[in-house]
């Protein structure tokens, strides 16, 4: 694995004094005892009375000075132990963990706070518990108030607060704390919009204030957008770590195929049911219904039965009519194809794919169809993608694109556009009329024309996938994760906005 | 020999603790003694009226109602009150200080895991009331027993309470030290406590002397480290001298012993308070 060489050269090329942070070997395992005594009688006999649940294993580390580490990884992963131990509120199984420097860890808002006292009694006992001296809290004490917005409550007593205020003066107070170490763990939703945007500029300052930096955050996003490196920790250990953007995208790709492997499963359940002797159009509407995004379009006519007006079923009326990951294709193929996903589960990690259908190639062209990377504002863009189908027998729902344009660095998402998001009544209507959504082959190819290109100078990353043509659906048959990056140039002045539209104007009497 | 050397380090390491952190510690007590009654209008006064009305109530019992049959010693002019608050005061103090002090870690469990803390200030900051209530109450005695004797026993006071006050308090850090590490694995601790507590009152030589126990139970009442506590409370406020010189030597080796145990108990636990929290 190409991780373990990245953690040993980063080993290698460091000196002492420029680590923070170095887990060394580390496991992590919570004692069960059967009996809360029986902790005290090992202690008493030295006897190993305990079961053990493992956390987190072979953890090994090196985090330099300056560093912004976002760990990221499924709920029970153990990215919060990991921080815990690092931080020193629990203490590892095995191995050894040194950190240098000055610690300040949020793992929780508001630890320490009590809810009778003034926010100014609390902010100061808050400061003086994380280690702040006296004059230092008096020093920033203004700016802590102001930062959360209560100037005018600072008196009141912290229970009288919302909830929102009381996680905004938490947080205030909690970065507050001068460290060489910073370590937060989930904090950054706190509060309203507006104060989740400031606290993440302040989470920003801190990253690029050269205190090395370490965070747990389910949002890719973030960690994209904030950190140095990231790590992904799953069932226990450090799956991949590297830069960001590979980080996240491999894990992207992971959550995927997760949600593709619950519809496998969904499938081997329902074909039970079919042989028990539930009735084909329950399984049918469980499968819909299972399938179906949460909250669907009114008016929506059910596209199922638009497909199979519009194509006949080629395998006579006994089979469903049109289920919608994998129309045509009956349960037990469905099985065959999850199960053999499953074993390919593991292996590339450069898309993610279900093997029903695959990308054949991508382009990107401009106006006079001469592929390229590098376009122009307000100039045409292009890109087409060839697809091939995987299955025995082509579904009969055709083959969709979904595309998102990224920017660099920042990682805003700047655009989004597929061929399966119908954008009014009208359109619903007549979906399945669209020529783009009838054409149904075993190859093809899609391509998606932007006649002006609307955004901004610079560089952007391009997210794309093909999915089935059904309706505001998102599981995708292959997924390839901010892979392509391209380059707007420019045209004339530079736009100050990230979108600029192109406006036709008048002015005169009224 | 290193196991010894270990439970001395365990020592120093919590004293380095405290005294590096004492600001800190310090602002922790003050905020301990009101915290409880923060949204009362006489806060801190509640945390002393509750434990000095249940002496008031004591020696009212025990002087009209059942008055103690003690003999006050020929060299001073001291009284039965003198008698029963040398052995209520530090037996009130060890339930206020145990009190809390046992369930420090366990009611804080969000400050052990969710914060970088030096969590021996908790059972440490525990110790602010039952000195403060010390502080109060011995003002008192020595203002009723220096009126009682004519001034005459105050200058055994003058030493005799600053080396009890540091005996007892050591003691109290000791226990404090280990019931509130104890607590976290085995959760009836705080019941036992409570319960010798209620019941020791009247198991130690605090409202009788020793001899009015009968003999066969009498070997149980010197057993109890408490009792020699006791004794030295009353050798010095009650007797004015040492009469006991043996309940010294017993307190001092006890408190001694109790704190380096306490000590190696709680820091030698406290990286696994998290997990059991």
Not at chain 1, 409 to 416: E, N, T
Request: proline content about 5%; aromatic content about 10%; glycine content about 6%.
């Amino acid at each position: 694995m190409n991780d373990s060489e990245r953690t040993l050269a980063v080993r290698e090329n460091t000196t002492t004094e420029d680590v923070a942070i170095s887990v060394c070997d580390v496991r992590k395992a919570y004692r069960i005892y059967d009996r809360p005594l029986n902790f005290l009688a090992e202690v008493v006999t030295g006897r190993k009375v305990h079961r053990e649940k493992e956390v987190l294993r072979d953890i090994s580390l090196t985090i330099r000075r300056g560093e912004v580490v976002g760990i990221i990884g499924r709920n029970g992963a153990g990215k919060s132990t990991l921080l815990k131990m690092i931080a020193g509120t629990l203490a590892p199984t095995e191995g050894r963990i040194n950190v240098r420097g000055r610690v300040s860890a949020i793992l929780e808002l508001g630890t320490g706070f009590n809810y009778a006292y003034s926010g100014r009694d609390n902010v100061i006992m808050s400061g003086l518990m994380r280690g702040m001296e006296e004059s230092e809290i008096r020093r920033k004490f203004d700016s802590i108030v102001a930062f959360a917005g209560l100037e005018d409550v600072i008196d009141q007593p912290f229970q009288t607060y919302s909830s929102g205020m009381q996680a905004r003066l938490a947080f205030a107070a909690a970065v507050a704390v001068e460290a060489d170490v910073i370590i937060i763990d989930e904090a950054l939703a706190a509060g309203d919009i507006r104060f989740t945007a400031r606290s993440l500029v302040r989470v920003r300052e801190i990253c690029e204030s050269g205190v090395t930096a370490l965070f747990v955050s389910h949002q890719t996003y973030h960690v994209m957008q904030l950190c140095t490196r990231a790590i992904w920790i799953d069932n226990g250990r450090i799956r991949v770590d590297g830069a960001p953007l590979e980080v996240c995208r491999a894990y992207e790709y992971e959550m995927h195929e997760a949600v593709a492997r619950d519809e496998g499963r969904l499938a081997v359940r329902s074909q039970r049911q079919t042989i028990s002797g539930v009735s084909q159009a329950s399984v049918v509407a469980e499968l819909s219904a299972a399938i179906a995004p949460p909250g669907g379009r009114e008016p929506t006519v059910p596209s199922t039965d638009g497909i199979a007006d519009n194509e006949p079923s080629r395998e006579g009326n006994d089979a469903p009519p049109a289920i919608p990951l994998v129309a045509g294709v009956r349960a037990p193929e469905l099985t065959a194809i999850a199960n053999r996903h499953a074993i390919d589960a593991g292996g590339e990690g450069d898309h993610f794919s279900t093997h029903l259908y695959r990308i054949t190639k991508v382009e990107f062209l401009d106006g006079a169809g001469i592929p390229t990377v590098r376009f122009r504002f307000g100039e045409p863009f292009r890109l087409r993608v060839g697809y091939e189908c995987l299955l025995d027998a082509v579904p009969d729902v055709s083959c969709g694109l979904a595309v998102a344009l990224t920017s660099v660095p920042d990682h805003q998402a700047v655009m989004y556009f597929n061929t399966n998001y119908p954008h009014s009544d009208a359109e619903i209507l007549t979906y399945d009329q669209q020529e783009f959504r009838r054409y149904r082959g075993a190859t093809g190819f899609i391509e998606a024309r932007i006649p002006h290109l609307q955004v901004k100078a610079g560089e952007y990353l391009v997210s794309l996938g093909i999915l089935p043509n059904q309706q505001d659906f998102h599981r995708f048959y292959e997924y390839r994760h901010l892979v392509y990056r391209i380059a707007v140039l420019p045209n004339g002045f530079p736009e100050p906005s990230v979108f600029y539209a192109q406006v036709e104007w008048t002015n005169g009497p009224a | 020999m290193p196991v010894v050397s270990s439970y001395f380090s365990s020592s120093q390491e919590l004293v380095r603790s405290a005294v590096r952190q004492r600001r800190l510690l310090s602002a922790l007590a003050k905020r301990d003694l009101s915290d409880e009654f923060v949204e009362h209008r006489l806060s801190l006064l509640w945390t002393l009226i509750l434990p000095l009305f249940t002496v008031a109530v004591y020696l009212f019992v025990f002087t009209v109602v059942f008055p103690a049959r003690v003999q006050a010693p020929e060299s001073y002019q001291t009284d039965a009150i003198v008698f029963l608050l040398s052995g209520i005061v530090p037996w009130m103090a060890l339930s206020q200080a145990l009190g809390r002090a046992t369930t420090c870690i366990v009611s804080n469990s969000n400050i052990v895991k969710q914060m970088a803390f030096p969590l021996e200030l908790l059972p440490l900051k525990a110790m602010a009331s039952p000195v403060v209530f010390f502080g109060v109450s011995l003002v008192a005695v020595v203002a009723y027993a220096g009126w009682v004797s004519g001034g005459a026993i105050l200058p055994v006071y003058l030493w005799g309470i600053p080396v009890l006050l540091v005996l007892s308090v050591t003691t109290f850090t000791g226990l404090a030290l280990a019931l509130s590490a104890v607590q976290v694995f085995f959760r009836d601790t705080k019941e036992f406590v409570s319960m010798f507590l209620s019941i020791g009152l009247f198991l130690h030589p605090i409202l009788y002397l020793p001899q009015a126990m009968p003999s066969a139970v009498r070997p149980f009442l010197y057993a109890s480290p408490i009792s020699a506590l006791i004794f030295c409370w009353q050798d010095v406020l009650f007797y004015g001298a040492i009469v006991r010189p043996w309940a010294w030597a017993a307190a001092t080796l006890f408190a001694a012993v109790v704190f380096v145990i306490g000590a190696r108990l709680f820091m030698g636990t406290k990286t696994h308070f998290g997990d059991f929290l």
